[in-house]
């Protein structure tokens, strides 16, 4: 596909925008929504249910470890207080604190509030993370004995047989996270099916590692004591979510070293960033360094800042819109893995919260990557359920966070503290929504108004000059959209289509007649809106072809009027010649006196050159010149006035009905006006074409002076009226040194052409 910028339209000011050859099919190939062929849809389907099948595996064994079916909290000292259970052994024991469990065997664990948080990977400190594992590994093995005693500090104790958990006991949030883990995987997939390549590869390779660390948070929201993985897997509890963190980190800098815009040396990008990875985390798996989770959260926000300065980098080069949204994408993930750190770090310091805060962090920091993986590839779409989906994602990660400083610094207690961090998350949602149609739409979106005011404006534009429908449909669609660039290419295309991720705008010139026999239709490629400040959307295709259709029916409607007004003129020319022709040549032969003879064979003479002009199917400017010279030569030769005719043109246009019948009676008129007032000896007419700029001028060495004083009566009045008619103005000044000069200008002046 070849393109090229369409002529006549003004240059946008603002950033060069660079394109080199190529650019158009990358941003058709880059990553979108996923559109299945028929062969595609079943590997899909058959993908689908495989993941399916693994989350059923998954929920199975997890159903089937024992658990005991109570409510826990952690109490201000960090014991075990039992909240509530259906047990009736339990049933009296309510705000009991538990000492210890143990089996006949004699094995015994010492619980804390630890044990109640299954996602060690965010527990800052080490101690206290093997700790954790330790205690969650004891306590699972102990549960599979068999028949455990509960020891309470009171003295008293309990015994009870551990029963399977059941698909009941998972609880509703693990089907939630579940939900959108798998929601995620799907998407990643898909893209992959729709469009093979490395950068949707990469895509799918983030969906998947956020999908798999969903899935972890997904098994720390079990209730109870006895929450899998707590058996033979502490380490995976830990290095799993390590290995996951990487795996998105180095997919997402390798994906941006790509799209939009590929960076120089982006192979070594790619192998480096994958070496560092795969050395980190080998590192923590073989020897973790003290400290290990500030390692970890060192290595994510050095990723995150680097696939800023990527998009950064990218959209100085080219300002694609898609690359600001992802730069604005990575420093919300930046900033928000920023203040979930510090937020984390903080709360570790106060005992009684150092386990709640490893479970939020865990929430925040994963819901806020998966929701604006969901989030990219909408972007541009008109997929509102999923965008604000993915939004409200979003807002609860941020509310997490804001639970986490409530919980650390203030007094408020739990559910306090999560009341106003929910509405503050609410507020966070409304303010992103804002955000994200303004990302979409632009900051002020197209009112009915001003999209009326262009569209009249371009339907009138077009019914003058059918002939400049390309240019004329650019001018409107840069004026609606503001893009960088408007290029013409030539694809088959029934609509107009959002391609590159929202980068560029495809619109079907389907009132354009310039198409060969073979040759494909042109179309007008639109390059990031707004100068490069928002995406295009759907909403912009479906306005982009209502658009088009009004144009093509002005252009089907102006060539129907024009039909009938040919037909209606040529009747007129058939009846005037008919009839007050023949009427005229009657009375020319009984004309009593020469004077009256001459005086009716000019008529006939006028009457002959207006019904040709009537009847002519196609006016060219040299052909109408010739015959303006020789009507005005004629005339002006009978009044003994000397014609000075002078007629350069740069090409040959073909006039409009309008535009011949507006110059011709303007000529006249002038003339007319010379020899009934100015007592001229001479008249001088010059007109040339230059370009689009129409330029004539009527001068005469009459005794006219001072124009500014003159009474435009019908004459004058029509001058004036013919001329705007046609897009020109006219003046009149003073001749030197005697006479009057009439200048008409018509900047636009582009006929048929």
Not at 678 to 695: H, N, R
């Amino acid at each position: 596909m070849s393109a090229r910028p369409v002529a006549g339209l003004p240059e946008r000011q603002g950033p060069d925008s660079a394109f080199e050859p190529g650019t158009l099919e990358r941003e058709r190939s880059a990553l979108q929504p996923p559109r299945l062929t028929a062969r595609q849809r079943p590997a899909l389907a058959l993908l689908a249910l495989l993941t399916f099948v693994g989350l059923l595996v998954l929920v199975r064994q997890l159903a089937a470890t024992p658990w005991i079916d109570a409510q826990w909290r952690a109490d201000a000292g960090g014991a075990v207080v039992l909240q509530s259970s259906p047990l009736p052994a339990l049933a009296a024991l309510d705000g009991l604190s538990l000492a210890s469990v143990s089996n006949a065997q004699g094995d015994t664990v010492i619980p804390d509030a630890l044990v109640l948080h299954g996602l060690p990977r965010w527990q800052v400190s080490d101690a206290l993370r093997q700790s954790q594992v330790g205690q969650q590994q004891s306590l699972a093995a102990l549960l599979g004995q068999g028949q455990v005693q509960l020891n309470w500090r009171d003295g008293s104790a309990v015994t009870l047989q551990p029963t399977a958990r059941g698909v009941a006991g998972l609880g509703v949030p693990f089907f939630v996270v579940a939900a959108l883990a798998l929601t995620l995987a799907a998407l990643g997939v898909s893209a992959l099916l729709a469009r093979p390549q490395l950068r949707n590869l990469l895509y799918l390779l983030m969906c998947l590692g956020q999908a798999a660390q969903l899935l972890f948070v997904a098994t720390g929201t079990l209730p109870g004591l006895g929450a899998w993985p707590r058996s033979g897997a502490g380490a995976g509890a830990v290095l799993g979510p390590l290995a996951l963190d990487a795996l998105t980190a180095a997919a997402a800098v390798h994906a941006l070293v790509l799209h939009p815009r590929r960076q120089a040396h982006a192979g070594w990008w790619g192998a480096g960033v994958w070496l560092l990875a795969l050395v980190w985390w080998c590192l923590a798996w073989l020897a973790p360094p003290p400290g290990v989770w500030w390692w970890a959260q060192a290595v994510a926000l050095a990723a995150a800042a680097t696939c800023w300065w990527l998009a950064r980098h990218s959209y100085r080069s080219e300002p694609n819109p898609f690359a600001l949204v992802v730069q604005h994408l990575a420093g919300l993930v930046g900033c928000g893995l920023l203040v979930v750190t510090a937020l984390v770090a903080l709360a570790s310091m106060r005992p009684e919260t150092a386990g709640p805060a490893a479970a939020l962090g865990a929430w925040a920091w994963t819901l806020l990557p998966g929701a604006l993986l969901l989030l990219a590839p909408f972007a541009s779409r008109s997929r509102q359920v999923l965008r604000d989906g993915a939004l409200l994602a979003g807002a609860a990660a941020i509310a997490a966070a804001i639970h986490l400083v409530f919980m650390a610094s203030t007094s408020l207690g739990f559910t306090n503290s999560l009341l106003l961090a929910a509405a503050l998350g609410v507020l966070v949602f409304a303010l992103a929504r804002r955000w994200a149609r303004a990302t979409t739409m632009g900051r002020h979106a197209l009112d009915a108004e001003f999209t009326f005011e262009q569209l009249y404006r371009a339907a009138r534009d077009v019914q003058m000059q059918p002939g400049r429908y390309s240019q004329l449909l650019g001018r409107l669609l840069q004026d609606m959209f503001e893009p960088c660039e408007v290029l013409e290419a030539r694809r088959e295309l029934r609509q107009a289509r959002v391609v590159g991720g929202g980068a560029a705008l495809e619109v079907p010139l389907r009132g354009s007649s310039r198409r060969a026999p073979g040759q494909t239709s042109p179309m007008l490629v639109l390059r990031y809106a707004r100068g490069g400040q928002r995406l295009f959307t759907d909403d912009d295709a479906r306005l982009a072809d209502r658009l088009v259709e009004q144009l093509r029916r002005a252009v089907a409607y102006d060539r129907a009027v024009e039909r009938g007004r040919s037909e209606e003129r040529q009747r007129i020319a058939q009846d005037l010649h008919d009839d007050i022709g023949a009427r005229l040549l009657t009375l020319m032969y009984q004309a009593q006196t020469p004077a009256m003879e001459e005086y009716i064979r000019l008529t006939l003479k006028d009457l002959k050159t207006l019904t040709r002009g009537l009847a002519a199917g196609d006016h060219r400017l040299s052909h109408a010149a010739a015959e303006w010279k020789a009507d005005l030569t004629q005339r002006l030769a009978a009044a003994q006035v000397q014609p000075v005719w002078d007629f350069t043109h740069d090409r040959d246009v073909p006039l409009t009905m309008v535009q011949w019948s507006a110059l011709t009676r303007v000529l006249r008129e002038l003339v007319s006006n010379v020899l009934q007032h100015a007592q001229a000896s001479s008249v001088s007419i010059q007109i040339s074409l230059e370009g689009p700029i129409l330029l004539l001028h009527v001068a005469d060495d009459g005794r006219g002076r001072a124009p500014e004083t003159w009474a435009h009566g019908l004459g004058l009045g029509g001058v004036r009226k013919r001329i705007k008619l046609i897009g020109g103005e006219v003046a009149w000044r003073e001749n030197e040194p005697h006479g009057i000069v009439c200048e008409i200008r018509v900047t636009d002046f582009g006929g048929l052409g």
